[in-house]
């Protein structure tokens, strides 16, 4: 949570253009843990991951041409989009954020066998890590991270 609050914090008035360039290319940095499988920029293609152009306020699992687990296309049926608070919360424990929020999409992991997704990595454990992520991912989307 205390994750969560920092990279909230911090990108508070945040938009496309206003993003601090040494934020971006901290998190352009930070993304090279994440480019063996997403891309950004022109010719971003899914590869292991999704391609992660405009990924702010696209719904969760809607990539066209990608293969999602049944998690994250439940959680996109259940009304997730990808903004701040959902992108810090996902990149920095992808496993247990996804078992922690099912009760707010309303989600039965039970019933969907589990609630963990594909994605292998670990997380990031810094908060400054991952507000620079976000702040790199946002040069890539039209919508901010807050959603506006």
Request: include cysteine.
């Amino acid at each position: 949570m205390k994750r969560l609050m920092f990279a909230c914090v911090a990108l508070i008035g945040i938009t496309g253009q206003g993003v601090a360039q040494d934020l971006v290319a901290d998190g352009e940095k930070v993304f090279k843990k994440c480019k063996a499988c997403h891309a950004v920029g022109e010719d971003a293609k899914n590869r292991v991951g999704p391609h992660l152009n405009n990924v702010f306020g696209r719904t969760a699992g809607t990539v066209e041409g990608f293969k999602y687990s049944n998690v994250i296309i439940a959680y996109g049926e259940a009304g997730m989009v990808w903004n701040t608070e959902t992108m810090s919360g996902y990149v920095g424990d992808p496993k247990d954020w996804l078992v922690d929020t099912a009760p707010e999409f309303e989600l039965d992991c039970a019933a969907l066998k589990k609630c963990r997704g594909k994605m292998a990595f670990a997380g990031l454990r810094k908060p400054e890590d991952i507000t620079a992520l976000i702040a790199y991912l946002q040069t890539f989307s039209e919508q901010s991270a807050d959603g506006s």
